[in-house]
């Protein structure tokens, strides 16, 4: 209690606030100083920032909640810490064509596949298959989008035909290739 009432500012998330930390609630004290500003028009003040801090965190909770509810966002390739895994990783990202199966991979980098699997898993929120395939995928599309045709980018993105890598594109992202990318003749890409 100082003698002097607190500014408004933007906390270190970024959000407006009247001090303190949205996230943690509504701190009274460490807004406005008894001394200063009266029960009564601090109360009535309060209450008319609170009502705006109210809808603010509403917001930021629908968000949070829709972010929880989606089972993995198609366009992350989140990377193990764990050193045995990040053998397997390197061999790879070098590669992601490489047809060697999971064992084999884990034998050629000094792993057992257990560990790998459950690394990946715990690591990644992935097993490694789907770890695997967002590889695949991602290095398809970033051929794609530097100039190369459908074919050519799902055969060294490590697919078997084109027709295989179309349909994954379509599971994981919703849409074909052409598309999401725009066909180069003036079509939108997608979304838009």
């Given at each position: 209690m100082g003698g002097a009432a607190a500014t408004g500012g933007v906390d270190s998330g970024g959000y407006a606030a009247l001090g303190g930390d949205v996230g943690r609630g509504f701190d009274e004290d460490a807004v406005f100083s008894a001394e200063v500003?009266?029960?009564?028009?601090?109360?009535m003040f309060c209450d008319e920032c609170f009502g705006a801090l109210t809808a603010e965190r509403r917001i930021i909770e629908i968000i949070v909640d829709q972010l929880k509810a989606v089972d993995s966002i198609p366009l992350q390739l989140p990377h193990p810490t764990d050193t045995r895994a990040m053998r397997v990783v390197k061999a790879l990202l070098a590669d992601p064509s490489d047809q060697?199966?999971?064992e084999r991979l884990c034998r050629d980098c000094g792993a057992s596949k257990r560990t790998i699997q459950r690394v990946f898993l715990e690591e990644t929120k992935m097993n490694f298959g789907k770890w695997r395939q967002q590889l695949r995928l991602l290095?398809?599309?970033?051929?794609?989008?530097?100039?190369?045709?459908?074919?050519?980018a799902a055969l060294e993105a490590g697919y078997s035909s084109p027709s295989a890598f179309i349909s994954m594109f379509r599971k994981q992202l919703g849409t074909t290739p052409m598309r999401y990318l725009g066909d180069g003749n003036?079509?939108?890409?997608?979304?838009?």
């Open positions: 500003v009266p029960k009564a028009s601090r109360e060697r199966n999971l290095h398809g599309l970033q051929l794609m989008a530097s100039g190369e045709k459908v074919t050519a003036g079509a939108e890409p997608r979304g838009d």
